[in-house]
């Protein structure tokens, strides 16, 4: 407040807007003239409105914040000799509060309440009183700058202090103890440590006690807090302490909610709500970071069974077992499986419909870099444990803490505001916040689809989900997961062969009725008969009707794994019959066939070649297995020498021969294949 040029009282604006009235509400009473105004602002110029042409309301508002003006007004000179201490801002910035607390620098604490911002108020008042004490020490100041005396002063220093509301005594007697503190004790003098904390923790008052307490508040029984109070009060009793009431019991229980909450509700409550989170960016492309997790689907079907009395039951609330697979680059879903129960088989299942579900977005087999789930199952033989790293680095996250995961996510929002298109939709678990009318869903019951229909209509859920976008993205999460994928060498670096493939997520064919898988001249049968596969001439014919194991892929039949264990080892394709009738062949059917004829005429040349290169083996051992088999033994050099005399013999008919044949034989070729 000032008087301006003409003496007239009047407030400036920052007094008067917001503290007093709207700041639509002061253009509008100017442009009425239901207030005068002197002054535009802006550039150091101020804005002042009579106090005298206020309307009635607005003027006991100021007297209500201010007090008296015309008393108030004259305090001015005194405020605008305070300056803010800064170094007393920053002291009660660092000031530590006996539990351990800073103080409090918020106008509103974080329920929205209104709350004292205890760091300017301390500053403030340190600010005031060394003003205070600059002037009352000074009596020149005080006279030169105020033009008032002590006695005055005092009168107005109290005004100012009701009006600016400082943090300081309002009789002078209280306010000069305050002073002489301060000058002894400088700024902690100012806080009031008594005012952060509960009353009733004082009734605690020592280790033994605090102990007892946290103790009882922390057992696992969860005891309620009246209890707690009656148990402590026994004991306080006998041992000469403070009773307690229900509501200390829950000042400490929240208070050390940290310490108790592990006893109390369980390791890994405690590690989700008090343990330091570790922020972290998502995978920067696609196959990085894998994570799986099993989900209760919240879908009803109604499940048929026939009771002891052999009568049809219904179950209208069937929820089958998802196991899900997704990419924690985007929250794609890239495999399932649904199962009455979580299983290592449906673990795999889950994860070979995500290798085909790869195979059909990039025409490859490609595994991914790591992959993170949940310690279920692990320590069982090792079986899944050996799985997963067959796939990439297996990082297991902290048993029962959710945070680890991004999966977890996954099953939030989006996954539900997609189940709410169905009208067998179970709503959210029951601790939830948000569910389902009860008599909706028995109402609907008898419209539920059957636990049949469950594989269906999961198929088209996922591929919902893969439809969604993400916020702030514009392509489907399917297309952003492909079109990162393209755009990224370290995704593709994990190619693998269809060898590979089947070895990792294959599944072992066991033929039935004590079959065995061989490898027959027909080919390979498995299933009955079902699938024919085509084995390549190499293994002709020396693994004829050997015994083989099959692994195949439930989702593409088109090729098998076929190994003996011991060496043999290859990938079948399935077989492509020839047309019989010339006219059904195409020109690849042809190149088919005549490939065929020729690895038939290769395989028949085997036998063949292969007693030559015996032959020739003996015959450099000088070794005749027929004169072996005749009974006797007959070294070849002998026989060597006797063949040489005996063509000596017949050099001259032989001559003989090759003159006359043609007249000695009509038929020559035959007379000398017979000789």
């Not at 952003?480 to 599944?507: C, D, N, P, V």
Request: charged share 30%.
């Amino acid at each position: 407040m000032r008087y301006n040029s003409a003496n007239v009282l009047c407030l400036e604006y920052e007094e008067l807007v917001p503290n007093i009235m709207k700041r639509d509400n002061f253009f509008y009473l100017k442009k009425e003239e239901k207030i005068k105004v002197h002054g535009t602002g802006g550039n150091g110029r101020y804005i002042l409105i009579e106090f005298d042409s206020l309307p009635k309301k607005y003027q006991d508002e100021v007297r209500k914040l201010f007090g008296d003006p015309k008393k108030y007004v004259v305090t001015q000179p005194i405020k605008a000799l305070v300056q803010t201490d800064l170094r007393a801002e920053q002291f009660y910035r660092d000031y530590t509060l006996p539990n351990g607390m800073k103080l409090p620098d918020q106008d509103f604490d974080i329920k929205g309440k209104t709350q004292i911002n205890y760091v300017a108020a301390h500053t403030k008042a340190a600010s005031y009183l060394n003003t205070i004490i600059y002037l009352i020490e000074d009596k020149r100041a005080l006279k030169e700058q105020l033009n008032v005396s002590i006695t005055t002063f005092w009168e107005r220093i109290f005004d100012l202090l009701k009006a600016e509301k400082v943090r300081l005594p309002l009789s002078e007697k209280r306010l000069k103890i305050t002073i002489k503190e301060y000058k002894g004790q400088n700024y902690g003098c100012l806080v009031e440590a008594f005012r952060f904390g509960n009353p009733n923790a004082k009734k605690v008052d020592d280790d033994v006690a605090e102990s007892l307490l946290i103790e009882m508040i922390g057992h696992d029984h969860q005891h309620d807090y009246s209890r707690i109070a009656i148990a402590y009060n026994t004991w306080a009793k006998d041992a000469g302490k403070k009773t307690i009431s229900e509501r200390a019991v829950a000042y400490w229980a929240k208070k050390n909610a940290y310490l108790i909450t592990q006893n109390r509700e369980g390791k890994s409550i405690n590690y989700n709500k008090f343990n330091k989170q570790i922020r972290r960016d998502r995978p920067s492309a696609p196959l990085l970071l894998i994570n799986s997790d099993d989900n209760v689907l919240d879908l009803y079907f109604i499940e048929e069974k026939v009771n002891k009395k052999n009568y049809v039951v219904k179950n209208h609330y069937y929820r089958p077992v998802l196991y899900v697979v997704v990419d924690a680059f985007n929250d794609y879903i890239l495999g399932y499986a649904v199962g009455e129960t979580v299983t290592i088989e449906l673990i795999k299942e889950a994860y070979r419909n995500a290798e085909s579900h790869v195979k059909q977005l990039l025409n490859g087999y490609y595994l991914p870099h790591q992959i993170q789930t949940d310690r279920w199952g692990l320590g069982k033989d090792n079986e899944l444990e050996k799985f997963y790293k067959s796939m990439g680095e297996f990082t297991p996250a902290t048993a029962r803490v959710a945070q680890g995961k991004y999966i977890e996510r996954t099953f939030g929002t989006t996954w539900h505001q997609e189940l709410k298109r169905y009208i067998n939709y179970a709503g959210q678990n029951v601790t939830a916040k948000e569910k389902l009318n009860p008599d909706a869903i028995d109402r609907n019951k008898s419209n539920f689809p059957v636990k049949s229909e469950s594989v269906n209509q999961v198929a088209e859920f996922i591929e919902r989900l893969r439809s969604t976008k993400r916020k702030d993205c514009e392509l489907t999460r399917r297309e952003e997961w492909m079109t990162a994928f393209a755009s990224s060498e370290i995704s593709k670096k994990r190619q693998i062969s269809t060898e590979q493939h089947l070895q990792i997520f294959g599944k072992l064919h066991n033929p039935k009725n004590g079959r065995k898988n061989r490898l027959l001249p027909q080919g390979l049968e498995i299933m009955n008969g079902k699938f024919l596969y085509d084995i390549p001439a190499s293994y002709f014919p020396y693994h004829v009707n050997k015994e083989v194991q099959v692994i195949y892929d439930p989702y593409d039949m088109n090729q098998v794994l076929v190994t003996d264990g011991k060496g043999l080892r290859f990938v079948a394709n399935s077989y492509v019959k020839s047309p019989s009738a010339l006219a059904d062949h195409t020109e690849h059917t042809q190149a088919i066939y005549w490939n065929r004829m020729h690895e038939k005429k290769t395989m028949a040349a085997v036998p063949g070649e292969a007693q030559s290169q015996r032959r020739e083996l003996l015959e450099r051992a000088k070794i005749d297995a027929e004169s072996l088999l005749q009974g006797g033994v007959l070294v070849k050099q002998i026989r060597h020498d006797a063949e040489k005399a005996v063509k000596g013999a017949f050099d001259d008919f032989e001559d003989m021969v090759q003159h006359k044949r043609t007249e000695l034989v009509p038929n020559k070729d035959s007379f000398l294949d017979r000789w």
